[in-house]
């Protein structure tokens, strides 16, 4: 694919930016990151309410140009209800290494007032290793809160920011 810019070393770098937000509601599994994490209250959406992996996925494609999560798999599909979240991923994968890309890193904010998440954040940057084709030293998720304030502060929402960094292969 073509990039701005040449970098040193034979590769064009492209950079992504992906965020996301979802509702918190009772009676639902809170997955962040592709890893489940026990709560009294969990994540609202179509799929899995992943917000970590829709950001991670809208950065990747959003790297490689290719639109946003919801162009690839419409929420209106209910083949997408339910659904595991690592198939976006693994879909947005396919079309990086497609045009040559790999992953460099990948850094995730995710906002969420409680749980802590702490003691899950090692096994989700080795679980989107695993799916993004990475090493786990790649992938970076911090966790913070909102302090009280707004929806996450008041514990109703969840949300992620990711940017990821895409190495691609000279064609020349
Ligand atoms: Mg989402």
Redesign the pocket.
């Known amino acids: 694919m073509r990039s701005n810019r040449r970098a040193e070393g034979g590769a064009d770098f492209r950079i992504g930016e992906g965020s996301?937000?979802?509702r918190l509601e009772s009676g639902r599994r809170l997955v962040i990151g592709c890893i489940e994490v026990p709560s009294d209250v969990g994540s609202f959406?179509h799929?899995d309410?992943?917000?970590v992996a829709?950001a991670v996925c809208d950065a990747v494609l959003g790297a490689l140009a290719l639109g946003d999560?919801g162009t690839h798999f419409p929420p209106t599909d209910e083949r997408w209800r339910g659904a595991d979240s690592r198939v976006f991923l693994a879909h947005a994968m396919r079309l990086a290494r497609e045009r040559g890309a790999r992953i460099v890193n990948v850094d995730v904010t995710v906002e969420l007032e409680r749980p802590k998440l702490a003691p899950y954040l090692g096994d989700m940057c080795r679980e989107l290793a695993r799916v993004l084709g990475c090493a786990a030293a790649a992938v970076s998720v911090k966790a913070k809160t909102a302090e009280g304030l707004g929806a996450v502060g008041e514990g109703k929402a969840i949300a992620a920011r990711a940017v990821v960094l895409l190495a691609v292969r000279s064609s020349t």
């Open positions: 996301d937000l979802h959406g799929s309410g992943d917000v829709h999560i």
